[in-house]
């Protein structure tokens, strides 16, 4: 049988990963395993790195790019994207519900959907391919932000369809799972950047990212619920058979929709999901009642701001008083000293509620919050609670405003407070809370994700004074090992060998492991880009470092103050001596390629080698 000609293979294989997609992201069905996946996409890229000619903008392999964009342009949606009129009850969803039977008396059914929280965006096809992607705006204009959109798996870049309408406009929803939410945040809270406040702030940021790079690795997610086609080519009849049409299209539709007969039927749709959204793996606010006819939605139009036949009937904010019992102060993996105000336990939006952050020293002056007072504590679409308010006619008698300790509680040395920070912090690099919170940081699955070594036992490593930095990881021993409390002859070995597999990560997981104050996974990717090795980044100057696309110039005071701490590069040279990675692929392959028979003659110092 003679080989397949590269164009066809590319057509079979591009349909096969498409297909893929659509079962997994949409369908939440996969059709085939990771691994046979990863397969085919591999032997793709390796037939279009061939013949690049025929690499195509829907192609599963251009779904990122790697050209950061300069700026966001302006763009004019087609259809304009209306703002929804809101409703808190059930009196207000009525009163909507006559507004419009004023101007008709047509009979009517209505759809519920699940009010997403998230960023609405407005999708371009021609002729079922996706040609641009912009953000709501202000419903007439949005920005192009196409490139990000691109790295939203669920977001076919053709359409599920032989025979495509000449352009279609898709609305929908980009939202961050909740899982994803906090996996991003407490990344962020390692590498000292400030955390997003919610899911909605982390999409919308996440989706005018100028480097698609970062929008990828955020890992968006997106519900359409919306098409029109100007030109022709779909005749549907109303909103149920749009959202069926959206998902043989390829899109991911909520699968809660629901078709009701009366505004009875509306309510207890409404009450089952306020009751159950807790149970998502996404956060909804609300929900999206809209009038299931379009000849009827046609007929009813628009008032200046919204649309008469739609309207988002809201969930009510979830407040709720406790008393706080004590207030305790945890000291982080850079030294940050937070106060914490440890609450009677309490039900708060489908979780029990027994800690919420106080912030710091002027958070705790401004509530006035002390132990003993009942607090009113908000989880409205938050993932960690908060301390809205004191309620002091309850406060009992004696109480004493808080302040925080002058001395670290960890180690007892005293704690500096910093002229441009908010927070105060314990700088002793001994500390054992930073030394715990380092250890644990680097064995993260982001750095140097050494299996099996978790906060249990990276506590009694340095309780018993086995390890006092990260390089002290590489010389334990089985002996040591298997002396430790609950830790077998496998399970040491199984440490060891995790120990020994992470020096061969990459260089820039070893540059976020080192947990230098506000470089995190990104920063790091970045970094390990521009200084492709550990030697490289510790000579440059601030002013080089600043000038890396991305990294700006507190980033860059903070990279080259590190690197000029004597313990730290003592640090960085046992790591070296020990064989972790401290030099990129593309160092690597600059020696074999471009540098190759040449000398090359260094002048100057270095701050961790000697000539």
């Not at 906060?455 to 390890?467: A, S, T």
């Not at 006092?468 to 409390?485: C, G, H, I, K, R």
Request: charged residues 25%; aromatic residues 6%.
């Amino acid at each position: 049988m003679p080989p397949t000609p590269p164009h066809q293979r590319i057509a079979e294989l591009r349909s096969l990963l498409q297909k893929a997609s659509y079962a997994y992201y949409s369908l939440d069905a996969p059709i085939m395993e990771d691994s046979v996946y990863d397969g085919l996409y591999r032997e793709l890229e390796a037939l279009e790195a061939a013949q690049p000619d025929l690499i195509t903008p829907d192609s599963p392999t251009q779904r990122v790019g790697d050209t950061p964009a300069e700026q966001f342009v302006s763009v004019r949606h087609r259809v304009p994207l209306y703002s929804l009129e809101n409703a808190f009850n059930l009196e207000e969803l009525r009163a909507w519900d006559e507004r419009w039977r004023r101007i008709t008396d047509e009979p009517a059914q209505y759809v519920c959907e699940l009010k997403i929280d998230g960023s609405a965006i407005a999708l371009t096809y021609k002729n079922g391919v996706l040609v641009r992607g912009a953000t709501r705006g202000d419903g007439v204009t949005g920005e192009d932000i196409t490139q990000n959109i691109r790295t939203i798996r669920a977001i076919p870049l053709r359409l599920n369809v032989n025979d495509p309408p000449p352009v279609l406009e898709v609305r929908g929803e980009a939202f961050l799972p909740l899982d994803v939410f906090e996996q991003i945040n407490a990344e962020r809270q390692e590498s000292g950047e400030p955390l997003f406040a919610n899911p909605r702030n982390a999409a919308a940021g996440t989706l005018r990212q100028l480097d698609p790079r970062v929008a990828a690795r955020r890992r968006l997610d997106f519900f359409a619920y919306s098409l029109q086609a100007p030109e022709g080519g779909l005749l549907l009849p109303c909103q149920e058979a749009a959202l069926n049409t959206l998902q043989d299209l390829g899109f991911r539709v909520n699968p809660n929709r629901r078709t009701c007969p009366t505004l009875e039927a509306v309510m207890t749709y409404y009450d089952t999901w306020d009751s159950q959204r807790h149970d998502l793996g996404y956060l909804t606010d609300g929900v999206v009642v809209k009038l299931n006819d379009f000849r009827l939605q046609e007929e009813l139009g628009f008032t200046q701001k919204f649309p008469r036949w739609a309207i988002a009937l809201k969930y009510p904010a979830e407040e709720a008083p406790t008393v706080v019992e004590r207030i305790s102060v945890n000291v982080g993996r850079t030294g940050a000293v937070t106060p914490l105000a440890e609450l009677r336990p309490l039900q708060l939006a489908g979780t029990t509620v027994a800690r919420a952050t106080l912030h710091n020293q002027d958070h705790i002056n401004e509530l006035d919050v002390r132990v003993g007072d009942t607090v009113v504590v908000r989880k409205a679409g938050e993932i960690i609670p908060e301390v809205v308010r004191v309620l002091p006619e309850l406060r009992p008698q004696g109480t004493e405003p808080f302040v925080l300790p002058s001395h670290c509680p960890e180690c007892g040395q005293p704690v500096v407070d910093l002229e441009d920070e908010a927070v105060v912090r314990c700088i002793n690099a001994s500390c054992p809370a930073i030394v715990k919170g380092a250890l644990v940081h680097w064995a993260g699955r982001g750095a140097l994700d050494i299996e099996g070594l978790g906060e249990r036992w990276v506590e009694q490593f340095v309780d018993l004074g086995l390890v006092q930095t990260v390089a002290d990881l590489y010389d334990l021993t089985l002996d040591q090992l298997v002396a430790l409390e609950r830790m077998g002859q496998k399970s040491a070995q199984n440490l060891l060998a995790a120990i020994e597999r992470s020096k061969a990560q990459p260089w820039d997981q070893v540059l976020y492991g080192l947990g230098i104050r506000h470089v995190g996974s990104v920063n790091a990717q970045t970094l390990a880009r521009a200084f492709p090795s550990v030697e490289l980044l510790a000579g440059a100057e601030v002013e080089a470092i600043a000038q890396v696309y991305g990294i700006g110039p507190e980033i860059a005071q903070s990279v080259h103050q590190w690197f000029r701490i004597e313990a730290n590069q003592a640090l960085v040279n046992r790591l070296q001596d020990a064989g972790v990675t401290l030099i990129g692929t593309q160092s690597i392959a600059s020696t074999e390629g471009v540098l190759k028979g040449k000398t090359v003659v260094i002048t100057g110092t270095l701050p961790t080698l000697s000539r």
